[in-house]
């Protein structure tokens, strides 16, 4: 079960990727969130203000076992995690971080950006989704699931499974071309 600090050993590699909820509400979600995360190899990051405790009995459950495997981090804002980010500055000849916005207020679908490792997948919280100024101040790094009409938007948790897994498809078949 998670307390205040991270309870996961220092990872031996670098995250694949970075999985930012910003003001997730729901528990179960969160947890299988984790899960997913931990089973990926990425980082999560939770920031502020959370609608629940993280020593929620339905966290726990949704994450099971996994949450002292799972490399996180808790945060008071995304500016935070976007400030650490940079910091240090990646290497000469590296590229910077990059953050992509999930939402449904764009119509570039997830599968059409090129992902690379080490960036963050920033989703919003369940009922609301993420900030409108945030949205417009980054259009060209919103990113969608396409759905149909009808549908409003997905589960937090399978979205972030959806966008997460495709970025580490990307990421295997480039490792894999590499190696070939």
Not at 22 to 34: K, L, R, S, Y
Request: aromatic share 8%.
């Amino acid at each position: 079960m998670p307390s205040a600090a991270p309870a996961a050993p220092p990872p031996t590699a670098p995250p694949s990727f970075h999985v930012v909820l910003v003001a997730p509400e729901i528990p179960p979600n969160t947890g299988n969130i984790g899960r997913l995360c931990m089973a990926a190899g990425a980082r999560l990051h939770l920031v502020k203000p959370l609608g629940f405790h993280l020593d929620d009995r339905r966290l726990a459950r949704a994450g099971l076992d996994y949450w002292q495997h799972l490399d996180w981090r808790l945060w008071e804002s995304l500016d935070e995690v976007q400030a650490a980010a940079g910091n240090p500055p990646p290497p000469p000849g590296s590229e910077p971080p990059r953050f992509f916005y999930l939402t449904t207020k764009t119509s570039r679908p997830y599968w059409s950006q090129p992902f690379r490792p080490g960036d963050y997948l920033v989703f919003g919280r369940e009922t609301k989704g993420l900030p409108e100024s945030l949205l417009t101040a980054h259009p060209d790094c919103c990113l969608t699931i396409p759905m149909v009409p009808e549908a409003r938007s997905l589960n937090l948790a399978t979205a972030v499974g959806i966008v997460l897994y495709e970025a580490v498809r990307q990421t295997s078949a480039s490792a894999s071309a590499d190696r070939s």
